[in-house]
Nanobody
Framework: QVQLVESGGGLVQAGGSLRLSCAASGFTFSINTMGWFRQAPGKEREFLTAINSNRATYYADSVKGRFTISGDNAKKTVYLQMNSLKPDDTAVYYC??????????????????WGQGTQVTVSS
């Protein structure tokens, strides 16, 4: 019943922008933190950014200043605004939800639920 659905991925030229959305449904319990990760072929899953119930945000150095996370509690949706995209940003992007952060915001082990992922491809 718990579902996270990402949307908004696609093909964009270097320097362009995309906005990803993650719609949550089916939760019968509270979520403390929502995060975004990405995974490129042959690489480990990488933390990008997170936002908690107090609206505090956290960013990886690789995306700070270019990506922005935000949430809309009424719509049960979290967003990832991506600007100044680079070819190295090409990856599958995942939304994740945590009931309680045990391993730190940057650790995938802290997150209990994951979306199916959406492909982002940045051409040079």
């Amino acid at each position: 019943q718990v579902q996270l659905v990402e949307s908004g991925g696609g093909l964009v030229q270097a320097g362009g922008s995309l906005r990803l959305s993650c719609a949550a449904s089916g939760f019968t319990f509270s979520i403390n933190t929502m995060g975004w990760f990405r995974q490129a072929p042959g690489k480990e899953r990488e933390f990008l950014t997170a936002i908690n119930s107090n609206r505090a945000t956290y960013y990886a150095d690789s995306v700070k200043g270019r990506f922005t996370i935000s949430g809309d509690n009424a719509k049960k949706t979290v967003y990832l605004q991506m600007n100044s995209l680079k070819p190295d940003d090409t990856a599958v992007y995942y939304c994740a939800a945590a009931r309680t952060v045990t391993w730190g915001y940057e650790s995938s082990r802290s997150y209990d639920y994951w979306g199916q992922g959406t492909q982002v491809t940045v051409s040079s």
